[in-house]
Structures are given as structure tokens and as C-alpha cells.
């Protein structure tokens, strides 16, 4: 099974709670039918669960009586399952439980695989084989990585140099030696059950979320496949490039306001202007070629 079809449970009982692993089709067997015979609040309920894939932070609750309540949440990443192996999601003062006899078996072997144990700890014991994956890598795809985070391909500096934002927090990373690994228990076949692809990289450079302070023209120099700008027209390829890559950002709803505040003050600093249209006549007029610096041309000596 895969990682995001696991459902995390808090059942609440008379002031205790008991944590379990279960699928969505236990969890609506389980616990919907005692709530409901309604299909549609059956479907309401499917669906506020399904909505927990896309916030970390949101828990679908169902109430039975003054006693009794659950909550639950699709599984979105492994650090998210550890937390909750581990009790971070517990309440304080609450005594809570993990049942392991009340976790679906598939669950417990999604647990095992991933190298874990019941309590969200790593298993020394348990290895994984890492297999590189060919990926060509496209501007403004999300690629997860395994430490559970998403990031966002801004610019492809080179066939192994990504820049890179984490699509939580905003903060911009310059990835060295990226790549896609598939990873899966040592001495094991890959299957779409036991392996998981994502991206991994050697180094990275963390430049921060304030995109008005970082000089993209040198992260260009230093780690990408620089083009050489030899004519005016050049230079203005390289303008939009930039333009581009500033109001991606402003667009992206997943970043924090204070981002995109930062990427647009950015562009208007620069470039004076936030629409496509300005900015294009700005470029054809010429007024953005200050900062166009003409190679000399190299006279041949005689002989």
C-alpha cells in the first residue's frame, strides 16, 4: 500500500485516547456506519477526510456522544508517521495509547517497510537499497523528497543543480548533485508497495525566503550552465528569465504571503513593474539595457 493511503485514528474514550493505523475502508466500516446510515454524510465524511491530503494540519473529527469522538487524517509523508508513532500529536494530560491489535496488518507491514518501529523510531536492523532514477527535471514540477517535504523546481541551473523551494516554508535551496532515487528494503525486489522514488541531492546551499536578497545572477554563474552574453539580445533573454522566475513566485498559492511580498518587491525594484505587458515594452525600448556590458572584441596580431 502506499504511505498516503494509511489513516491515522485518535479514538477518544472517557478521557483516554487509543492511536491506530487503519485504511479508509476499516475507518468507514468501522466507525462511519455507527455514526450514519446516510450516504450522503457517509460521502461528506469521505470527502472532509480526503481534504486532509493537502493540510498538514487538518484532522476530520466525528462525534458519538459526550464520551466518545474521533479524529483522523490521511498519512502525507513519513515524518508526519513518525510523529505520530511517537506521540507528537498526542494531548497533553490525556492518557493515550498506541493498540496495535486495533491497526490493519497493511499498515503495520507500510510501517515495517519504510524502516520504522511502533514507535516511530528508525530500525538499525532494517536496510534499504537505493536505486538512481533517470529524471530530466521540468521548471514548476514538485518533487518530494524523503525527509517529507515538497519542493518546487524554480530554475534548472544544470542537469544536476536544481533551485529549489520548499513549498511549506518558502526557503530557497540551491540543490548540488540532485537526483531521483527509488528506495526500497535491502535484498527486495522493488514493487509499487515497498518502494518509494524521490529526490535526494549531495549538498545543498540554503539561500533563505527573502528572495530580494539573493543575487540569482551569481547562483546562475556559480552553479548553473552559464550562457555566454555576448549581445544585447542575450542579455535580454537572461531579463526574462529573471522576470519569470520572480513572478512564479508571486503567483504560487502555496507559499506564505511574506514570500511573495518579498518576490515582488524584488521585481518592481528591478524591473519597475509586475505586468507581462510593461515589462515586455520596457525590454524592446531599451530601458532595462543599462546593465549591459559589451565584450570587447579581440583584434588578431599581424604576423
Known amino acids: 500500500m502506499k504511505l498516503e493511503e494509511i489513516v491515522l485514528v485518535k479514538e477518544h474514550l472517557k478521557g483516554r485516547t487509543l492511536n491506530y493505523l487503519s485504511t479508509l ?26 481534504k486532509t491530503l493537502s493540510d498538514d494540519s487538518k ?57 520504522m518501529r511502533l514507535d516511530g523510531s528508525s530500525n538499525p536492523k532494517f536496510q534499504f537499497t537505493y536505486k538512481p532514477v533517470e529524471s530530466k527535471f521540468e521548471q514548476g514540477e514538485v518533487l518530494h ?33 540532485a537526483g531521483m532515487y527509488s528506495r526500497f528494503p535491502k535484498g527486495e525486489e522493488p514493487t509499487e508497495d515497498n518502494a518509494m522514488t524521490c529526490l535526494e541531492w549531495d549538498h545543498g546551499v540554503y539561500l533563505g525566503s527573502t528572495p530580494s536578497l539573493i543575487d540569482f545572477s551569481a547562483i546562475r554563474q556559480k552553479y548553473g550552465e552559464v550562457e555566454e552574453i555576448e549581445t544585447i539580445y542575450d542579455y535580454r533573454h537572461s531579463l526574462v528569465d529573471q522576470f519569470d522566475a520572480l513572478k512564479r513566485i508571486t503567483k504560487n498559492p502555496l507559499l506564505p504571503d511574506s514570500v511573495k511580498h518579498e518576490a515582488e518587491n524584488a521585481m518592481y525594484e528591478k524591473f519597475m513593474t509586475g505586468r507581462d505587458d510593461t515589462f515586455s515594452n520596457n525590454l524592446q525600448d531599451g530601458k532595462y539595457d543599462g546593465g549591459f556590458v559589451e565584450k570587447p572584441v579581440k583584434k588578431e596580431v599581424a604576423r
Not at 468501522?30 to 480526503?50: E, N, Y
Open 25 to 50: 475502508d476499516d475507518f468507514m466500516l468501522v466507525h462511519v456506519r455507527l455514526k450514519t446510515d446516510s450516504l450522503v454524510m457517509s460521502g461528506q465524511i469521505a470527502l472532509d477526510l480526503s
Open 59 to 115: 484532522w476530520l473529527k466525528v462525534e458519538f456522544s459526550e464520551h466518545k469522538s474521533v479524529e483522523a487524517r490521511f498519512c502525507t509523508c513519513e515524518s508526519q508517521l513518525r510523529g505520530f508513532l511517537g506521540g507528537r500529536f498526542d494531548d497533553v494530560g490525556v492518557k493515550t495509547i498506541f493498540e496495535e491489535s486495533m491497526c490493519n496488518a497493511y499498515c503495520l507491514d507500510k510501517v515495517t517497510s519504510l524502516g
Open 145 to 177: 523528497n524523503f525527509n517529507g517535504r515538497d519542493y518546487k523546481v524554480i530554475e534548472k541551473l544544470s542537469a544536476r543543480n536544481l533551485l529549489l523551494m520548499d513549498a511549506q516554508s518558502g526557503n530557497l535551496t540551491v540543490a548540488i548533485g
